[in-house]
């Protein structure tokens, strides 16, 4: 079939990206979907800085390539394998699928799942290949974490899709496929506070912001929130955050939490964590910098003040065990999603998203279809 979908051409072109255009929504042939996988039919897709980071060269993924990796859709059709997902359902997807036979998914969300890997370093889908071309020539695209947002379809493993009720909105269920997955489960799977404990989180997109409302809605007795941007800042108060710093006023203040959870993304981001993070206290970082960025830290403070840093992948998330888990309590009233989204856009727009993104001035854009 016929699909409109954001084609990333080239990598690492100069910004403004609304000049360079290294995006360009085109005519895509899409085929059909194999035993395993679903036709998903787009309804909302967000804007994340993991798409940026491939626009920017920060992670080197093959193109051309189909961007995004947060999205909901309804689904138009079931591969014959395919079970406990059906046509007419609302799905969130999720952009690590999980083969649920090997040693990473073993691991109950702590680590990712290799073939899934494999599968999204190559471009293609869990079950192999690809199933996006160029119309007549029929050269392969390659996919985006094995999701492919930004178009008006997609053709997805059913691994990378979980089902939600219709009642919650498609732009809300887009949002909990990777910001909630990832900054909520740094909160609840990763560090996992108690109402007594003290919860910073250096910066405030997407992710970080999500982590803020889940640390909000677990009702941790002490919510510190640190970006270089006032507006952020003042947004996360609204949100329920109790104190609210710049970078530079954490080391100056020397303010201390048990858990500090980095969302940012870079190397200094994550030292401020670090250096913020109280004696007997734990580092969490999801943020995921470029592959040469480097920290320096003592080692002999993780000794000394019995320290923990850990990684959080995706939040170290089971999506069909998550996402549900966050639908559920976005349905409470205990997580507004709602407040995460700073703009609807056109898929025409999604060069200029991306400048947005790069300067700090968005936490999620949403396309809607």
């Avoid at 992670?59 to 947060?70: A, N």
């Avoid at 492919?148 to 909990?176: E, K, R």
């Avoid at 888990?325 to 507004?336: F, I, N, T, V």
Wanted: proline content about 6%; some cysteine.
């Amino acid at each position: 079939m016929r699909i409109s979908g954001a084609v990333l051409e080239e990598i690492g072109r100069a910004r403004p990206y609304a000049e360079s255009t290294p995006i360009v929504v085109r005519e895509l042939e899409l085929g059909a979907p194999g035993p395993t996988e679903l036709l998903v039919q787009i309804e909302a897709a967000g804007v994340c800085h993991s798409d940026l980071s491939v626009v920017d060269g920060n992670r080197v993924r093959p193109v051309p390539m189909l961007l995004g990796h947060e999205a909901a859709g309804i689904v138009r059709e079931v591969g014959a394998q395919v079970s406990g997902v059906e046509i007419g359902q609302r799905v969130v997807m999720s952009f690590l699928p999980r083969c649920e036979d090997c040693a990473g998914c073993a691991a109950d969300g702590r680590l990712p799942c290799g073939p899934g890997s494999v599968a999204n370093n190559a471009g293609e889908l869990l079950g192999g290949g690809r199933r996006l071309a160029h119309p007549g020539s029929g050269d392969h695209i390659h996919h985006h974490l094995g999701v492919s947002g930004f178009a008006t379809y997609a053709v997805v493993d059913a691994a990378s899709a979980v089902a939600v009720g219709d009642d919650v909105p498609a732009d809300v269920a887009a949002v909990l496929g990777c910001a909630v997955l990832t900054g909520g489960g740094a909160v609840l799977n990763a560090a996992n506070p108690g109402p007594g404990d003290s919860i910073m989180i250096v910066g405030l997109g997407g992710v970080g912001m999500a982590a803020l409302i889940t640390a909000v809605a677990q009702q941790v007795s002490r919510i510190i929130a640190v970006d270089t941007f006032e507006d952020k800042l003042n947004h996360a108060r609204s949100l329920g955050a109790h104190e609210t710093y710049t970078p530079q006023q954490v080391s100056d203040d020397a303010v201390k939490a048990t858990y500090v959870i980095e969302c940012a993304g870079n190397a200094r981001a994550f030292e401020t964590a670090f250096a913020a993070t109280a004696p007997g206290g734990t580092t969490v970082t999801v943020g995921l910098p470029a592959p040469e960025a480097r920290s320096s830290i003592s080692p002999l403070t993780i000794t000394a003040e019995a320290r923990t840093v850990i990684g959080s992948y995706l939040g170290s998330a089971v999506p069909s065990r998550d996402i549900p888990k966050y639908a559920q309590m976005w349905r409470e009233g205990r997580l507004p999603v709602e407040q995460l989204i700073s703009s609807r856009i056109a898929l025409s727009d999604i060069n200029s998203a991306m400048d947005q993104l790069a300067d700090g001035k968005a936490i999620r854009q949403i396309i809607v279809f």
